[in-house]
């Protein structure tokens, strides 16, 4: 953390001067985040509050302690498998803005910009906006014992998370990380807590739920499958980093060293997180508990219990800004691009933030919130999150024969792209063959509508679009105080 | 530190600098040339100042840099817009806040699940057989958990199944920790317990701590007067000579003859409260209480959601073993021999029996604090004076079981609007203020409902206990209104009369009425099973148990019957009248309930300004759903009840002349605009 404050310091004291003494600086998104931050952003947003309150999807599946423990680390390697990958994209094409600039590269316009039609209009704003719910949720139930905390206080408080958590990254990169760093770090010290308890408990030897640890396994290739499919979802957001590439310092030797460090770190946290609640849980109890780490807690911590759902309740609302600090970054890439409004695109002046990209994911994000239940749109368009990285990874296939000559500073073995390609195609093929719903054509439907608007406005750029978008961009740039990224001047 | 850190940054920069020249830059640059053109060039400014010169003529313009921009973002419409909108956010994001918190803070307590909806009481024995021995078991439970879901019921209660040597199953426990063979083994149990939580119910269990049975290891060790086992139970010397005992005083055993038995073996006499295999456990003894809350721990944990304290009153008995007063203080004393012959003063509900029932409590409390997961406690008082029942409820300050189980209905044998009035009125009047209320129309120890009132009645009282304020409590076979079997050929030897309310539960067509596949069952099916059944009932919409499922399903949707206030209006011989209303709801039900042979009610005569016809919600009478009934002469049938709803602004409650017929357990308002409950009322 001390890495952070210095900088922090130092970039307080630049901004001061470029205000007050009007110095020419640079405008345009500052390298302000290094190693440390990077590995921060990965495990805050892959852990979020799943692991706290629902690691069951797995279990469930396997019915046996033993192979549910084998297939959280066999999820945490294949996670890897896929973020090595990025890797490689992320030092070949040093650009922000995740799959987008990658599937650009690959495949050209069009599918890089289905894809950030999807991911911006659905995808990033719902995921935010469930987090924010559940944060929400979280926070409400300890009031309402014995019930569900009604819809309106729920929605009053992730509003008002959403709101607070698009100002905050919208006022300064600084400051947006550093809440990262500190959610990151309650995150980590709440899972500390609990692996060193089951640890601690392992070793009095409770350890009767791992006698027979494979006993009344399911063997079927089916509910293996699906217990991968929902122990990778645990992992999902392993690609955060490259969201934001061209923010990192020095991304070559940040980049994969966080990747490397950031996802074994998750998968052992999961597994030993699994382990530690089964020292006080038989499956059962897990599968039917409303909260585990809360459980947990009861059984393990108490009098200090309540330790868990505060430190629940920060680790969420940290994904929560995760995901608006990274998305954002999508949003302004996509502008950049002018695959979306070009004011999207531009920083403050003052504050070198994205600001409209923020605020933009913020405003969706909160409309999302309002309507009632937004879980079944999520859960609908989930598969659509993996269409887009087996596209990108076979992206990386392509370019490999395509781009021979772009330089590679790091090289995955072929066979790595080849297989998270294969395990995508069966991750999007697999729900859909096993409960085939009609809302799956409504969402393929809704991603090639976009295909309507880039015609429109991106391909063809219509004079008369212009005419409206041109006034609309001049006044948002002056109300905001937003200009086109510079180059820096060197 | 300070200069390692410049040293990285310098080096990100440089290594930037060599690969900035990709290819979607000058994408960009193209791009931005289009979107802005006759813009100046835009590429990179390093000349200082927004106040430069060349720039002072210029218009504002899409995608302008910052030395344009600066000239104008400060005029004041974009200036005083902007800084309006970021404290706008700042204070929505207060504001929202705020409002969490104000609408927490002015929630009402909302329902545990053991109020939220019915308590369903099944007889292991009785339900279903899955393996063809005859008797009920708890895997057969587990298999009709689908059919308990239809019901809408939250809570299943199954009556004791420990392993116990009496036939009837009910009393005189073995082993505490261990399932009766003939229900299954503690695997069974617990796939049981996993089933009912995967649906979302609740499982609360019997547990009677007053005695064991003789054959019991404590017992054993007990008569042998080995070590802490020795004063488990309650030992008195008395004389014994050629067969006949002279016990310590005259107290009697609920089943009659003296509560004392001579025991060979340690040359005493022992106490029973029931029967002679059934000791009672000494209360007095540290060491037992410490027993008893290790079997609660035990089944806590694995998961048990809450008991059923059974025969809790004779918990305690008084030390100084004087003899209890006669009745009829003129009968000669050794011909009293019937249990109700004396004042059970000295063997009932002795001082300090309330702390061991609260010290059941305190064990529960500490299995309570994961959410969701509270324990409930009831305790079974039979047989007492209201006043005494309502002590189970615990002090303001002191909690105690959340509420014992209320039979006054079931001990109702003719039926009669004002015996039913005074069963509501003298709960409701003697209940401490802010608990909850229960309803139960008979259970295994009383005789079944159909053949106490007759079968015209099934669905009057059905609908009775879901729209009185509280937790209806169901016994199974209630909701198709089965009853008594007729006592003959019965081969059970103990106690005729307390098995006739426990026959199999009536499934089907098929033979043994769907309850079990084998030749022979425990208790002879009744025989009108080819009417009263589940399988004919679910499809006649005409049914008990088609009404039973509208009415849990109203019980479950409507704020009115789960948190509304009570409101009697009036009762006479055959009719009961009451509301249910809740501020903020302008709808209000009232309930006619004709318990007498056909009568005609006069609603405008109970209640002024109500309007002339009203809509019949629900109705025993299942032609009448939906139709309206005029209020000034409603033609009720023997055993008829209608839910009737209307809209009204003015709440009974309020108006003086009602004030006190009104109840609430726990008051609480709706607000239609938020649709939350809220306690500013």
């Not at chain 2, 019901?151 to 009496?166: C, D, G, H, M, R």
């Not at chain 2, 959340?402 to 015996?419: A, C, R, V």
Request: proline letters at 5%; aromatic letters at 12%; hydrophobic letters at 40%.
């Amino acid at each position: 953390m001390e890495e952070t404050s210095l900088r922090n310091r130092r970039e307080d004291e630049r901004s001061v001067q470029s205000i007050q003494s009007k110095e020419p600086k640079t405008t345009s998104l500052q390298k302000e985040v290094g190693l440390l931050s990077g590995i921060c952003i990965i495990v805050g947003t892959i852990i979020g509050s799943g692991i706290f309150i629902s690691p069951k999807s797995v279990l469930s599946n396997t019915e046996a302690v033993g192979p549910c423990l084998i297939i959280w680390a066999a999820c945490g390697v294949l996670a890897t498998l896929g973020a090595l990958c990025f890797a490689e994209l992320g030092t070949m094409i040093t650009k922000s803005g995740g799959e987008y600039p990658y599937l650009m590269e690959a495949f050209g316009p069009i599918p890089a910009y289905l894809f950030s039609w999807t991911s911006l209009f659905v995808i990033k704003p719902t995921s935010f906006a469930i987090i924010c719910l559940s944060f929400s949720e979280y926070v409400c139930t300890p009031f309402y014992s014995g019930c569900k905390p009604p819809e309106v206080v729920v929605k009053c408080l992730a509003a008002a998370a959403i709101l607070l958590i698009t100002t905050v990254n919208s006022l300064s990169v600084r400051l947006g990380s550093y809440v990262q760093n500190v959610f990151t770090a309650a995150k980590l010290v709440i899972v500390a807590i609990i692996i060193i308890s089951g640890l601690v408990l392992l070793a009095q030897g409770n350890t009767r739920n791992f006698e027979n640890s494979f006993e009344g396994t399911q063997l079927s290739v089916g509910a293996i499958s699906l217990a991968f499919y929902n122990g990778l979802w645990a992992y999902d957001g392993w690609n955060q980093l490259n969201y934001i590439t061209e923010e990192l310092r020095n991304p070559f030797r940040n980049l994969p060293l966080a990747i490397i460090i950031g996802i074994p770190l998750v998968t052992g946290c999961y597994i030993l997180m699994n382990v530690a609640y089964f020292t006080v849980m038989t499956p059962t109890e897990l599968l039917q508990s409303q909260a585990v780490a809360v459980t947990f807690g009861d059984r393990v911590l108490y009098p200090a219990s309540w330790v868990v759902p505060l430190f629940v309740a920060f680790s969420t609302i940290g994904a929560a800004n995760g995901t608006c600090f990274t998305a954002g970054r999508l949003v302004y890439v996509a502008g950049r691009e002018g695959h979306m409004l070009k004011v999207l695109s531009y920083i403050s002046v003052k504050r070198l933030t994205p600001a409209p990209a923020i605020i933009f994911y913020g405003i969706i994000a909160t409309i999302y919130i309002i309507p009632g239940d937004i879980n079944s749109l999520v859960n609908y368009f989930s598969f659509a999150a993996w269409l887009f990285y087996g596209l990108t990874i076979l992206g990386l296939v392509v370019m490999r024969f395509t781009k021979k000559d772009l330089e590679r500073p790091i090289k995955v073995p072929i066979f790595i792209p080849i297989l998270v390609t294969l395990i995508s195609v069966f991750l999007v093929v697999a729900p859909i063959v096993s409960q085939p719903a009609l809302e799956y054509l409504y969402c393929v439907l809704f991603i090639l509508s976009g295909l309507i608007f880039y015609f429109l406005f991106v391909h063809y750029k219509f004079g008369w679009a212009q005419k409206i978008s041109r006034p609309v961009t001049m006044h948002l740039q002056m109300l905001m105080e937003v200009v086109p990224p510079e180059e820096t001047p060197e | 530190m300070a200069e390692d850190k410049g040293k990285r940054d310098s080096i990100g920069m440089s290594l930037r600098g060599c690969q900035t020249n990709n290819g979607f830059v000058q994408n960009e640059d193209i791009l931005e040339k289009e979107l802005a053109p006759g813009s100046p060039p835009d590429s990179v400014v390093t000349i200082a100042g927004p106040a430069e010169p060349t720039l002072q003529g210029a218009r504002p313009y899409a995608g302008m840099p910052k030395e344009v921009l600066f000239q104008f973002s400060h005029q004041a419409r974009y200036r005083v817009p902007r800084e309006v909108l970021f404290w706008l956010t700042v204070a929505s994001v207060l504001v929202l806040t705020a409002a969490t918190i104000a609408i927490i803070a002015v929630s009402p307590k909302c329902l545990d699940w053991w109020q939220a909806g019915p308590m369903y009481q099944i007889y292991p024995r009785s339900f279903k057989d899955s393996d063809q021995d005859g008797n009920g078991d708890l895997r057969g439970i587990q298999e009709k958990l689908d059919y308990i879901t239809t019901l809408n019921i939250k809570t299943i209660w199954i009556t004791s199944f420990y392993k116990s040597s009496l036939k009837d199953f009910r009393h005189g426990v073995e082993d505490f920790r261990e399932i009766d063979p003939m229900f299954g083994t503690m695997e069974d149990f617990e796939n049981l317990l996993a089933a009912i939580h995967d649906k979302g119910l609740k499982l609360i269990i019997d547990f009677i701590p007053n005695h064991t049975s003789d054959k019991h290891a404590w017992f054993q060790l007990s008569r042998n007067r080995t070590g802490k086992y020795t004063d488990y139970y309650i030992w008195h010397d008395c004389t014994h000579e050629n067969g006949t005992t002279i016990p310590p005083n005259n107290w009697l055993s609920v089943y009659g003859n003296s509560s004392w038995h001579f025991d060979e073996v340690r040359n005493q006499c022992y106490f029973h409260q029931f029967l002679r295999e059934q000791p009672d456990l000494n209360f007095y003894n540290l060491d037992v209480q410490e027993e008893i809350k290790e079997i609660i721990q035990f089944w806590l944990t694995k998961g048990v959601d809450g008991f059923s304290f059974d025969a809790v009153k004779f918990l305690l008995e008084a030390e100084h073993l004087r003899d209890e007063t006669q009745v009829n203080k003129t009968q000669i004393p050794d011909t009293v021999t019937q249990y109700w012959e004396l004042y059970h003063d000295f063997t009932t509900t002795q001082v300090g029996m309330h702390d061991i029932v609260r010290s059941f409590r305190q064990t529960m409390d500490e299995y309570s604090r994961e959410p969701g997961r509270y324990r409930f406690m009831g305790t079974e008082a039979y047989g007492e004076s209201t006043d005494r029942t309502m002590m189970y409820y615990g002090l303001p300050f002191i909690q105690e079981a959340d509420f014992p189980f209320n039979k006054y209905f079931s001990e109702l044998n003719t039926p009669s609007g004002n015996s039913v009035f005074e069963v509501i009125t003298s709960w409701m009047e003697n209940m401490p203020e802010g608990k909850w209320p229960n309803w139960m129309i008979g259970g295994p120890d009383s005789a079944r409902l159909t053949s106490r009132f007759g079968e015209e009645y099934v669905n009057i009282m059905n609908m009775l206990v879901f729209t009185l304020p509280g937790t209806p409590i169901t016994y199974y076979g209630e909701e198709i209104g089965m009853r008594n079997i007729l006592a003959t050929n019965l081969n059970e030897s103990y106690d005729v009369n307390t098995l006739l309310s426990k026959s199999p539960m009536q499934w089907d067509n098929s033979s043994n009425a769907g309850f079990s596949e084998a030749s022979h069952t425990w208790l002879p099916i009744n025989s009108d099973y080819h009417t009263v059944n589940v399988d004919v009932q679910k499809t006649d919409s005409r049914s008990a148990l088609k009404l039973y499922q509208e009415l849990s399903l109203l019980h479950a949707n409507e704020l009115l019957l789960s948190r509304g206030w009570f409101c009697y209006l009036q009762n006479d011989s055959h009719s009961v009248v009451y509301t249910r209303e809740l501020d903020g709801i302008d709808r209000v039900f009232l309930v006619v309930l004709n318990f007498g042979e056909s009568t005609v009610v006069n609603l405008e005569e109970m209640i002024s300004n109500i309007p002339r016809r009203m809509r019949i919600r629900l109705s025993t009478n299942s032609a009448y759903k939906g139709s309206e009934v005029d209020t000034d002469a409603i033609l009720l049938d023997k055993g008829e009840g209608l839910i009737l709803e209307y809209n009204r602004k003015n709440l009974l409650h309020h108006q003086t002349a009602f004030r006190d017929r009104c109840f609430v357990s726990n008051r609480a308002c709706y607000s239609s605009v938020l649709n939350i409950l809220h306690s500013l009322c």
